[in-house]
C-alpha cells in the first residue's frame, strides 16, 4: 500500500509569515499534485509536478518534487488568510490513473 | 461551464436505510472517481470508471457499496443497508483522460 504522509499536520501561523508544507513516500510516483480544499468544498488542483527535482510558482506558492520523485513541498511566503485551508498532496503512479492523496495539512493564518 | 454536480449535499438517514448518492460529472470527461473522506482516514478512493465501464473496485469497502455509470453523464454510489460507520463525506470526481481531476463538492452523509 502506497502511503503518502504529510507534515505537519496542522499547522497556524500569522499573516505575513513563511511556511513550508512536507509531502513523504517511501514509494515513488510519476508525478504528485498538490490540492487545497475549504470548508463544504471539493478539493481544487493547485499544480502538478512532472519531472524529480521539479520547481513551480504560483504567486506566492512554490512546489517542488523531489530528485528520487518520493516526496515534495510546498513553500508559501507572506501567508495571507486567503490561504487558510487543507492542503492535499497526492501521488499518481506509472501505468495507473489512481490517486493515493497525502494525509492532509490545515493551515490557518491568523490575520 | 458547470463542475461535477452532486446530489443530494446532505443526507441524514437511519441505519438501516439504502442511501444513494449521484453524481453528473463534466461533459466531455471520460474518467469519473467516487472518493470517501473522513478525518481518521483522509480522502480514499472507492471505484473508478473509464468511458462508463468499473476499471478498479478495490477500494469499495464492503458488498454494502455498489456503483454504476449507465451513461457518460450520470453515476450512482449505492449504499444497502447503511451503518454508521459509512457517515463521511463522498466526493465524486472527474476528469479527461485521467488528469487533472476535477471534484464536486460532494455529499455529506450521516447515518444515525
Known amino acids: 500500500t502506497q502511503l503518502l504522509e504529510q507534515s505537519p499536520q496542522f499547522l497556524s501561523i500569522q499573516e505575513g509569515e513563511n511556511l513550508t508544507v512536507y509531502c513523504n513516500s517511501s514509494?515513488?510516483?510519476?508525478?504528485l499534485q498538490w490540492y487545497r480544499q475549504e470548508p463544504g468544498e471539493g478539493p481544487v488542483l493547485l499544480v502538478t509536478v512532472v519531472t524529480g527535482g521539479e520547481v513551480k510558482k504560483l504567486k506566492r506558492l512554490t512546489f517542488q518534487f523531489g530528485d528520487a520523485r518520493k516526496d515534495s513541498s510546498l513553500h508559501i511566503t507572506a501567508a495571507q488568510p486567503g490561504d487558510t485551508g487543507l492542503y492535499l498532496c497526492a501521488g499518481e503512479s506509472f501505468g495507473n490513473e489512481k490517486l493515493t492523496f497525502g494525509t492532509g495539512t490545515r493551515l490557518t493564518i491568523i490575520p | 461551464d458547470a463542475g461535477v454536480i452532486q446530489s443530494p449535499r446532505h443526507e441524514v438517514t437511519e441505519m438501516g436505510q439504502e442511501v444513494t448518492l449521484r453524481c453528473k460529472p463534466i461533459?466531455?470527461?471520460?474518467?469519473l472517481f467516487w472518493y470517501r473522506q473522513t478525518m481518521m482516514r483522509g480522502l480514499e478512493l472507492l471505484i473508478y470508471?473509464?468511458?462508463?465501464?468499473?476499471?478498479?473496485d478495490s477500494g469499495m469497502p464492503e458488498d454494502r457499496f455498489s456503483a454504476k455509470m449507465p451513461n457518460a453523464s450520470f453515476s450512482t454510489l449505492k449504499i444497502q443497508p447503511s451503518e454508521p460507520r459509512d457517515s463521511a463525506v463522498y466526493f465524486c470526481?472527474?476528469?479527461?483522460?485521467?488528469?487533472?481531476?476535477?471534484f464536486g463538492d460532494g455529499t455529506r452523509l450521516s447515518i444515525l
Open positions: 470508471f473509464n468511458n462508463n465501464v468499473p476499471i478498479d
Open positions: 470526481a472527474s476528469s479527461l483522460a485521467a488528469r487533472p481531476q476535477h
Open positions: 514509494s515513488v510516483f510519476s508525478s
Open positions: 461533459s466531455g470527461h471520460d474518467y
